[in-house]
């Protein structure tokens, strides 16, 4: 079959790569000048760097397996992580159950019982019993106010907003079941994972795999809508970066565009379906990148559990991976996931800066703005969809009720939370699906 793909990040590049595998011809097309979508890079330092932070936890089998499929398993290096919590101006070891009896801004009683809801959590694999509530409903129940008020409203804050409130326990459940088989023992500290020389490895190779497979990987392409023929889809009409465009003809076509996008591109679509694309919010992830002279702390992931910080998370990835990738300096993410008429959002680079600085000298005394030799700004749309209560009942299926056309996007990736390991799955999956329905 000659099939089209929209989208050149992780789940684009799988479908066509499991496509090819079975002796399909594939165009991807893609309207960025780069590949890998939400987990592509960009130089510091003469190495490679993600431009929105990215690791793997050992229960990413899916991405796991890939990546030794196309060669790149020796890139692949298991390293612990450092993982600390800012609250009350001052960062709290908080990557093991031993931290956890030490965080002193909980009482003992307090700290034992977050402690037992979480070993709970982790045990638990029946994610459908938490769809029908909310995390701030079943935590303030399970764990009690305070800890509720101190640890997770924060966080759930920083991450959603406005949102807070609406986000499904399925989803919070899913970020603490998977983490923990990042530990060889749940008592020992997590282990992340990450491809040494950067994600961009995993997708260049991809591409290149593609190509030799008789596949075409199209940067720069920017798809104008889909094309109908007797009620089927059939064709893709592009525009690339010179101005050329035209139509090229398939059997069958994968979108892996957010849900608003592909409501635009492909506008015949029926009612009740439009209907549930058009349901979903997304928020987008807004990273500020800080290049320095030497470490800000000595933590990998810093979760900001105090709301007066502008910004979630610190993530300080050379606490993880050592700075000599990077020409021996120093890199810290900023990231929040506002929407897209936020201040924060519309601020500039430098404005942005400027609002999140004093914050640096609360988290480190110490900080000074000459250490900041240089900073980057990302801002990605649709990086986050809202999972409210009973979300499985509102996931578009990949199946659109268009002959040939297939929809496949992070909205569709549940009850785990979206990350590139369940982008190679479902990327997978549909290229699958594709191939069962055509057999």
């Known amino acids: 079959m000659n099939i089209g793909i929209i ?96 965080f002193k801004p909980l009482g003992l009683l307090d700290r034992v019982r977050l402690g037992l809801v979480t070993l709970y959590l982790q045990k ?67 282990k992340l994972g990450y491809p040494i020389g950067s994600f961009d490895e995993i997708f260049e190779r991809l591409e290149s795999k593609i190509g030799d497979m008789g596949g075409q990987v199209h940067l720069n392409s920017t798809i104008n809508k889909i094309t109908l023929e007797g009620g089927r889809a059939t064709g893709l009409a592009y525009e690339d970066l010179s101005g050329t465009n035209g139509i090229n003809f398939f059997d069958a076509i994968i979108s892996t565009t957010p849900s608003y996008v592909f409501t635009k591109i492909a506008p015949f679509l029926p009612e009740p379906y439009k209907a549930k694309l058009d349901s979903v919010t997304y928020l987008s992830a807004l990273v500020l990148i800080l290049v320095l002279d030497r470490p800000l702390t000595k933590k990998y992931w810093l979760n900001i559990a105090d709301r007066s910080v502008p910004f979630v998370g610190l993530i300080e990835h050379t606490n993880f991976i050592d700075p000599s990738l990077y020409g021996g300096k120093h890199i810290v993410y900023l990231t929040n996931y506002p929407t897209t008429d936020d201040p924060l959002y519309l601020m500039s680079p430098e404005e942005l800066l400027e609002k999140y600085l004093p914050y640096l000298t609360r988290i480190n005394p110490e900080f000074s703005r000459d250490w900041v030799k240089e900073y980057h700004h990302h801002r990605v749309d649709a990086a986050q969809p809202i999972i409210g209560v009973n979300y499985s009942n509102r996931i578009p299926d990949i199946r659109t009720p268009i002959p040939n056309l297939y929809l496949a996007n992070t909205t569709q990736i549940y009850p785990e939370d979206r990350g590139t390991n369940y982008s190679v799955r479902l990327g997978r999956q549909v290229a699958r699906m594709v191939m069962g329905d055509y057999a």
């Open 7 to 102: 989208g050149a990040g992780a789940l684009g590049l799988s479908a066509a790569y499991e496509l090819g595998l079975k002796g399909h011809k594939v165009k991807v097309f893609e309207r960025s000048p780069f590949l890998g979508g939400q987990a592509s890079t960009f130089e510091v330092g003469g190495g490679r760097l993600e431009k929105g932070y990215h690791h793997l936890f050992r229960s990413d089998k899916d991405i796991i397996g890939l990546i030794q499929d196309i060669g790149l398993g020796h890139q692949l290096k298991w390293i612990e992580s450092k993982v600390g919590i800012f609250h009350g101006d001052k960062i709290w070891d908080f990557a093991s159950p031993k931290d956890l009896l030490s």
């Open 124 to 190: 638990s694999s029946n994610w459908k019993k938490w769809e029908g509530v909310t995390a701030r409903e079943w935590l303030e129940k399970h764990v009690g106010s305070k800890p509720y008020r101190v640890v997770w409203e924060p966080m759930l804050k920083g991450k959603f907003g406005k949102y807070y409130d609406q986000v499904c326990m399925t989803w919070l459940w899913g970020k603490i079941y998977l983490r923990v088989a990042s530990r060889e023992r749940i008592w020992d500290k997590e």
